[in-house]
C-alpha cells in the first residue's frame, strides 16, 4: 500500500494531525507544569549538554597516601550551558565509594555549608569544558575527603549535580541553559595497596 506524505507546511487542514499534535502539547504542559508529574527542565536530559568525567592520576596509591582524582565538565552542545566552576566535593561533586567488602566509604570531619556567590558560576561555550584536580582521599589535617581504609579495589562513580533551586539558576543563567543533574561520570575503579 502507497503511503502519502503531507508536508509539514501544508496549509490543509488535517484533523488527524492536528489531534495528535494537541495531546502531544497537552502531555508535554502537564509533564512540566503539573506537581505530580516528573519535573520539567527543557534541560532534563543533560548528556544532551553536558559530558562529566572522573579519572584517577594513578590508579594504584599506597595506603595513607593522598588520592587525587581529575574532574573534567565538557559542553557537548551548541549552545551556551550555565555551570559551577568550583567542581567542589561533596555538594557540587558526589562519590559514590564502595571499597572491596561492598561498604561504602565513609567521609571524615565536618562538612561546612558553603553558599556560592555569582562569581561560582560560569557559561561555557560550546565545546568549553572546566577541569579541576581534588585529593578526595582523609587529610589528616584538614580532616576532609573520604576514608580508604581497605587495601584492594575500590569501585567509584562521581556525578555533578547543582544544589541551588533550578528556577534561581535559570533566573542567574540568562539565555544560558541550566543543567541541575546529576550528570554520572564513567564508573572508575581505584586500587589502595600496602605500604612497602
Known amino acids: 500500500m502507497k503511503k502519502s506524505r503531507v508536508s509539514e507546511f501544508s496549509s490543509t487542514p488535517l484533523p488527524r494531525v492536528s489531534s495528535w499534535f494537541l495531546t502531544a502539547l497537552t502531555c508535554v504542559f502537564f509533564s512540566c507544569f503539573v506537581p505530580a508529574h516528573a519535573p520539567c527542565q527543557a534541560e532534563a536530559d543533560g548528556n544532551d549538554y553536558l559530558r562529566f568525567e572522573a579519572q584517577p592520576l594513578k590508579s594504584a596509591t599506597k595506603q595513607g597516601e593522598p588520592i587525587y582524582l581529575r574532574f573534567r565538565l565538557t559542553n557537548v552542545s551548541n549552545t ?9 566535593l561533596f555538594d557540587i561533586i558526589d562519590l559514590q565509594i564502595s571499597g572491596p567488602s561492598g561498604q561504602p566509604a565513609k567521609w571524615c570531619g565536618h562538612i561546612p555549608e558553603i553558599i556560592d556567590t555569582p562569581g561560582a558560576f560560569v557559561t561555557l561555550a ?17 580532616r576532609w575527603g573520604y576514608e580508604f581504609a581497605e587495601l584492594g579495589d575500590h569501585e567509584l562513580t562521581a556525578s555533578y549535580n547543582l544544589p541551588q533551586p533550578l528556577a534561581e539558576l535559570k533566573k542567574a543563567a540568562g539565555s544560558a541553559v541550566v543543567v541541575k543533574g546529576p550528570i554520572s561520570a564513567k564508573p ?3 586500587t589502595i595497596v600496602p605500604k612497602l
Open 80 to 88: 551556551q550551558v550555565f555551570v559551577n566552576r568550583h567542581l567542589r
Open 126 to 142: 560550546p565545546g568549553a569544558r572546566i577541569e579541576k584536580v581534588l585529593m578526595i582521599s582523609c587529610d589528616s589535617k584538614t
Open 188 to 190: 572508575l575503579r581505584l
